[in-house]
């Protein structure tokens, strides 16, 4: 399968890092586009609209610190990322809107692999409601 665009979903820790490599080494190799995703899920959803930060830079959904957190990510990467999108609630929610804006065919998340992801995983979440394949990733504890 050919995919054209990819999504990153991301958390706010180092491991993010590992999809994000994993992204853009596919991305190369398929010709395709990248975008990414957080949706902060500790407080609810406060702030119910998505926003591409890359498209919206002066829009703070999120906290300063977090904002300059997922800044970090985009500026760190060395591909060129199509949009960013950023807000509140639950990202399994979120997806099925995302993915149909944005021609998304590819989604790309982590799987924590420790004691508490085997109680509670967000990765089965997604599998659960993303109408495009995913690739897991094993995030080793």
């Given at each position: 399968?050919?995919?054209?665009?990819?999504?990153v979903a991301l958390e706010l820790s180092e491991e993010s890092n590992?999809?994000?490599?994993?992204?853009?080494?596919?991305?190369?190799?398929?010709?395709?586009?990248?975008?990414f995703i957080h949706i902060d899920g500790t407080h609810g959803e406060?702030?119910?609209?998505?926003?591409?930060?890359?498209?919206?830079?002066d829009l703070r959904p999120l906290n300063e610190h977090t904002m300059?957190?997922?800044?970090?990510?985009?500026?760190?990467?060395?591909?060129?990322?199509?949009?960013?999108?950023?807000?509140?609630?639950?990202?399994?929610?979120?997806?099925?809107?995302?993915?149909?804006?944005?021609?998304?065919?590819?989604?790309?998340?982590?799987?924590?692999?420790?004691?508490?992801?085997?109680?509670?995983?967000?990765?089965?979440?997604?599998?659960?409601?993303?109408?495009?394949?995913?690739?897991?990733?094993?995030?080793?504890?």
């Amino acid at each position: 399968m050919q995919y054209k665009h990819i999504l990153v979903a991301l958390e706010l820790s180092e491991e993010s890092n590992i999809l994000i490599e994993r992204a853009v080494f596919l991305a190369k190799q398929l010709d395709s586009r990248i975008s990414f995703i957080h949706i902060d899920g500790t407080h609810g959803e406060i702030y119910p609209d998505l926003v591409d930060i890359k498209a919206n830079p002066d829009l703070r959904p999120l906290n300063e610190h977090t904002m300059e957190q997922l800044r970090a990510f985009d500026s760190n990467t060395d591909f060129p990322i199509m949009q960013f999108i950023v807000g509140t609630g639950d990202l399994s929610d979120k997806l099925h809107e995302v993915i149909s804006d944005s021609g998304i065919d590819l989604l790309i998340c982590g799987h924590h692999q420790d004691f508490w992801s085997r109680i509670v995983s967000y990765s089965q979440q997604l599998i659960n409601k993303s109408p495009v394949d995913i690739l897991v990733v094993p995030i080793p504890s």
